[in-house]
Structures are given as C-alpha cells and as structure tokens.
C-alpha cells in the first residue's frame, strides 16, 4: 500500500510538470514529464501537446536538425499519439515522414521501419514506385540495390541550377582493404572522403567482411579516428546528440576488436569529454544518455579502466526518458563488479522506472548476494552516507521486491555496524517481510475457501460479503511459516522500533506475562505519552484488558501530582482517539492535580486539557473541599432552603451571623452555588 501511494504521488507530481511545462509552450519539459506517465494518464494533455508537438517537427525538418528529429523519432515510437492525436491524416502522413528519414540517418533501422509503417498504405496508393525503393532502403538497412531505386531516380525532374536541383557528385570507390598493409591507406581515404555516417557504415562492412586479423586492424583504427572525431565535434561545442555516432562507432570497435590496448586510452578518455560536458550529475535525456552509457559499456571492458568508470557511473543519477538506457549500463557493470553505490544506484532506478512491479530482475537480486557476501562493509557504507529519502526508498523497494531470505540476510549483515536511525529504518524492511507473511498466509487461506466455489458469481458475492470480515482476520492473524521465522530472528532487535513490533509481540505472546515484558521493553525505548498511548491501545486490541489498565497505572503513577505532565498526557490522549475508558483517569487525575496546585498554572497545554476536560463534563472543584463534604453538605443547604421559604411570606428574616456561609461545589455539576 506504501509503494502504491508513492507511485500515485509520483504520477501526480509528473502530471502537474507536464502541464506547466504545456502552458509555457516548452515542449522537451512538457515531453519528459509526458511520458513518464502511464498512458491513460497522458490522454488530458496529449491532444494539444501533439499540436504543438508536430509544429516542432515541421520546424525542425524545415532547418534541417535532423539530430534533433531523430530524438524526436524515439518519442513518437513510445507515444504515436504525439503524430495523430488530432490531426488530419495528411498532417500525420506529413509529420511521420522526416521522423523515418531522421531514423533512417540515425541508423536506427527497427524503429524507422516501425515508423514507416503507418505511411506504408498511402505511399503504395500514391506513388508505389517511391513506396518500393523505401522499403527496400529500410529492409537492406541503407544499401538498396541499384535496379530497386533506379524506376524512382528516372522521375526526378533534370539538372536546373536555377531552381537548386544540382547534379549528383561524383563519388570514389574506394576497394575495401585485403592485408593489415592496405588498412591504414583505406581507411584513412575513406574518412577523407566520406562524411562520418557513411564512414562508420562502410568502415563496418568491411571489418565484417575481412579476415580475422585485417578486421581487427581495421576496428582498432575506427575507433581511433571516431575518438578524434568525437573531439572535434566537442571542441566546437556540438551538443550530446551530435557526440552519439562517433561515440557509437568507437564502442564497436572496442566491443568487436576484442578491446585492443591500442583503443583503452582514447575510450577513457572520449568517456571523460562526455561526462565533462553534462551540465549536472542528474541526467533526464535520452541524448545525453547515450553517449555516455555507450562509452561506459566499452571503457568497461578494458581491466584497468574498469573500476574507475563503476566510481564515475556510480556517481551519476538517471531519471526520466534516460532510465532504460542507464539500467542496461548498470546490469552490465554489476556483471563485472560488485559495488554496492553502483547497485545501489541500479536498484533506485529500475524501482522508479518499475514502481508497481512485484519483484526485483535477477540481475540486480543477484548482484545483492554477491555484496552480501563479499562487501558487507561497503553496503553499510553506504545506506550510512545516502541522502535519507533514497536510503528509506532503497530499504522499502528491496524489502518489497526481493526474496524474502535475501532480504533477511542483507538486514542482518547491516544490522550489527549501523547506528540507531539506520537500525530503525532497517526495521522497516522487517515489517514489510512480516506484511508479505501474512499476504501470503491470507492468500492460501482465501484459496482454500475458494476451492468450493462453483462459478464466478459465487465467489464475488461471497468475496464483498467477507471483505470485512477478512480484513479483520488479517489484522489478528498469528505469524506462521516464514513469518513466524522471520519474527524470532529479528524480534529482540526490532521490538522497541515501531508499535506494530509490539501489536506482534503480543499478538505471539503465549501469557500475559510474556506480553507484559514486551510491553515494559517498549515503554523503556518510549516512556513519553505516545508510547504508553500506543502499548495501551495494543493491551485493548489484543484483548488483554488487565494488561491495559496496568499500562494506564503506569502511566499515571509516573506523573502523579505533576500537573503539566498530567495535561500533556491529557492532550495527548485526546490527540490519539484514547477510548473514554482510559481516558478518563487521565482526566480525573488531571482535574485533582490541579485542584490541589496553587499558585494556578496557566500554561497553554494546561488550558488545553482544561477545555478538554470541560468537553467531557468535568469541572474544577474549590481547593480544599473533599467530595465527602460538599456531598455532606448538600442535604443541609436543601433544609435550610426549605425553612427560608415560610419566612419569606411575612416572617421576619433570621437575624444574620458575622460571617456568610462557605461556597460549596455541586459534585454533579461542580458549579459554585451561595
């Protein structure tokens, strides 16, 4: 229920983004946080964020950023509803067509195809001979036959300077290399020759296409001039989404050489440049992401760049858009290396990506029983240092997601070194492992009873008849099985940390006496008024009534006569819903204190539980007068009413003492009467 409302918060909190990021006219905020959101969810904002959406398109293609369509592209692919939500289908034929090309340019053939699928009918209706040389340019991934597109080039209009048609450039040649001599000369005149996206392209076909030895040859001096191109497109102050094509060609490279010791320096250091260029730690974009995670993944493979790119990913925080590509960066560094920051770093992102799943992916479970068993100190390390909102968000979602045995072995092994604000936020992973007992215990007991059922209507009435019912059988359920386990293992450490602790407690305990040590263990950790509020509605919960009104003695015994302490335990109680039924000592006990306190206190939590006590009909008594008197007393002041009455028709009054009569105090209604 905990992570449930923590999703519902975070979608709340995304949506509210997204819709002022809308009324601004920012379209990458307004998309960042647009699609973070599940799908029904975007459906308030997509029909006009999708027409200001396209304009951007047109705009884009109009300038020809086509590094910026090809991002654009991987939007659409996630949300089509960004093209045709609203639009005409000629808008939408219009705004798919550059997002293909974009694709297509970006060397991202699966999603271009996907895009190119919704043009697929028009074209072929329309004009089919374009239609077939874009299928075969998308099936062949940018190598089409010649006589596929030929039909298409013969309809292009003649050669016009005049209207900026200009004719083809002639284009050299070049024979892929056949020996490690021919390598260098090759390659080096197709980099002069080629623009950098046909380079990488033809550089690849012929390293696939070559021996053994002369294709290691040729990625080995790929890499290194993707490497001085991507520090050609930095040093002239290129975005991120410009560094991704050198930076995708020297990951090859390294990844299909065998990561040459040739390529360990230029990776590094390409992988320095990227991250030098973030404008902070947190990244959110796609386009920046990467670079940076491609880099990663090669410096990663080289041993002695290994430890030091763990430390530089584990300092860095993925949000947004950028989640999927960092968790494959992080499964793939959390194979090479247990490090607790990097995993987790991993865990925190794959839980927002995730919020509702039920359990953790085995790589990172795995990784977690690697550091479990070897780096122990480093996973305390580090829940001791985290910011706490990421500690309690790390300790809930391994809680909830991981095997329930991993968890208690990773409790136990942090336990020992952790200080008490760490062990009462590790606590919190006992009380979900204990939550997950009882779902699962319910649940065979719910299975059980289903097992008679005979059709669907049955079992839904008998369902909402016993919703009640099981709720409250949940809520007295015993621990059994794992959870019974779980609670002996852990309950001498966790007991004093959270009143549930103790409800469990109780709830196990074979005697009263049993429950009454649980109960004084509690009160030690807790002796305001909030814990003896809490042990004493866990008495009454649990049935031990007797318990409770020890619980209540306690309390009371230890601020007899103390008047501010008594009206703090007064407000306290009516803070909390205390039943009436221990309430009223309370009340009784405050009201005598301060009857008997002179100079009177005036304190505001006096006034407080003055005005509470007035709530529940009790009034202050004069100082000195004992219930017994003024009960005495009465009678006598009656009679003598009686006899003033005659008196009062012409008999002359009684003559007067010295002194008038003492006030007393009704006992019902304790009002001063003369």
Known sequence: MVKHDRTGRQHRQWLEEARKYQKRGDLEGMLSALLRLPPPLREELLPSGAALFRQAVREQHRHGSWRTLSTQAVRVDAEPGLVERGAAPEEAWATY?????????ARDWERARRLWQPLTGPAR???PLLARAMDDWLSSEGSPSPERIAPALERLPPVDSLLGVEPPSQRVSLPPPRSLEEVEGALLSLCALEPFPVFASRAEAWARAAPAEVARAVWELAGQLAARELWLRAAEGKGHAA???PASLLARAVREGGAPEALSA???QALRVVAAGLAR????????AEPLCTLAQAAALQPTSQSW?????SGLRFEGAALPRALGLYQEL????????LWARAFLAWCEQNPEAPNAPGWLQEALGRLVATEASSLLSWLGG????????????????????????WVEVCWEGANEELRRELSEAVRILLHRSRLKQGGRQLERLLRGVRNLEDAERMLMGMEREMEQVYSSMKLTGDGLRIWRRFAPRVLTYQVEFLEVAVRQASSDAEAWDAAVRYLEAHPGNTGHIEALRTMEVSGREALARRVLERWLERRAANVLALAEAVVAAGRMNTPCEYLHPVLEAFMRALSEQSPALHAPVVEQARALAHEHGYRPRKRGASRKKKAASTPARRASRSKKKPAAEGAAPPKESGRSPPKAVSPEEGEESS
């Open 309 to 313: 790119v763990v430390q530089a990913v």
């Open 97 to 105: 067509w550059p997002l293909v090309w974009a694709a297509g340019r």
């Open 281 to 288: 730690t947190t990244i959110s974009r796609i386009e920046d």
């Open 266 to 268: 230029p990776t590094s």
């Open 334 to 341: 959390l194979a090479r290396s247990a490090n607790a920051p």
């Open 243 to 245: 560094l991704s094509e």
């Open 386 to 409: 985290a910011v706490p909102s990421e500690r309690r968000a790390l300790i809930e979602c391994v809680a909830s997601t991981c095997a329930p045995g991993l968890v208690e072995s």
């Open 125 to 127: 209706a329309h004009a």
